[in-house]
């Protein structure tokens, strides 16, 4: 399984992003997107239920960032908004299996991981 992470970039405070990944058509659950900054352990950022749409967020992206998915491109999409220096970070998506284990947030319960893609804003 593949995963293709792109649409990161350099940009200033208050701007807008999104990022896209494409995944091969594996049975899965969720596919979510982590960040990491540097010195900082990876966080989970949002998640979204493949089979209904269902989805969930950290605290600190809610109403500013947005998952969603095209089922027929396998491709799950975060659309960033309102961007702050804090969020900058490479950002992983990463996709479960059938029979994963483990909360939406839980890094363990993703079987795979794009290359990352890194998102840097400016002040």
């Known amino acids: 399984v593949q995963l293709q992470a792109s649409g990161g970039g350099l940009v200033q405070t208050g701007a807008s992003l999104r990022l896209s990944c494409a995944t091969s058509?594996?049975?899965?659950?969720?596919m979510g997107w982590f960040r990491q900054a540097p010195g900082k352990e990876r966080e989970f950022v949002a998640a979204?239920?493949?089979?209904?749409?269902?989805?969930y967020y950290a605290d600190f992206v809610r109403g500013r960032f947005t998952i969603s998915r095209d089922k027929v491109r396998n491709t799950v999409y975060l659309h960033m908004t309102s961007l702050k220096p804090e969020d900058t970070a490479v950002y992983y998506c990463a996709v479960d299996r059938e029979f994963s284990v483990g909360r939406y947030d839980y890094s363990g319960r993703y079987a795979y991981w794009g290359q990352g893609t890194l998102v840097t804003v400016s002040s």
């Open positions: 979204i239920k493949w089979e209904n749409d269902s989805t």
């Open positions: 058509g594996h049975t899965r659950n969720f």
